[in-house]
């Protein structure tokens, strides 16, 4: 039943994705030029993802998931240098690249090569993330 539910949320999720035009690197990279020829739609898909999980967030509350589990906890308010250097390197891949992890999984499935090489970057980039993390968190602690 775990699996039915999450292959039917990832294809929602997906589906998502294609209908609202993130998977389309013009698109984002449109958005994100306030500058030039900026395309603000995005912005409405960004209000359609953040109210209802926002919602989301307070109706779960002291609730169990049907499929079993918990819910995760409520993220940490504070901004440390883990957020902000996590935020930063979002940021530059998403400009760069005009994907982010969802979209391009997504992107994988119209062919062609250059989703499959921001995936193997983003995947190595996962990789070494909690050693580069660690190190940071010894400079911080030294500072």
Do not use: N
């Amino acid at each position: 039943m775990r699996l039915l539910i999450s292959l039917i949320a990832g294809a929602l999720f997906g589906g998502g994705l294609f209908v609202s035009g993130m998977t389309d690197t013009r698109k984002v990279q449109g958005w994100l030029d306030v500058f030039g020829d900026w395309d603000p739609t995005l912005a409405f898909v960004m209000g359609g993802a953040i109210l209802p999980m926002l919602l989301a967030w307070r109706l779960t509350e002291g609730r169990k998931p049907l499929a079993g589990g918990s819910f995760p906890a409520l993220p940490r308010p504070e901004m440390d240098h883990r957020l902000i250097t996590g935020s930063v390197l979002f940021g530059m891949g998403w400009g760069l690249a005009g994907l982010c992890p969802g979209p391009a999984i997504a992107s994988l499935s119209y062919g062609g090569v250059g989703g499959l090489i921001f995936l193997v970057a983003m995947l190595a980039g996962m990789a070494v993330a909690p050693r580069v993390g660690t190190q940071l968190d010894r400079l911080a602690a030294t500072a």
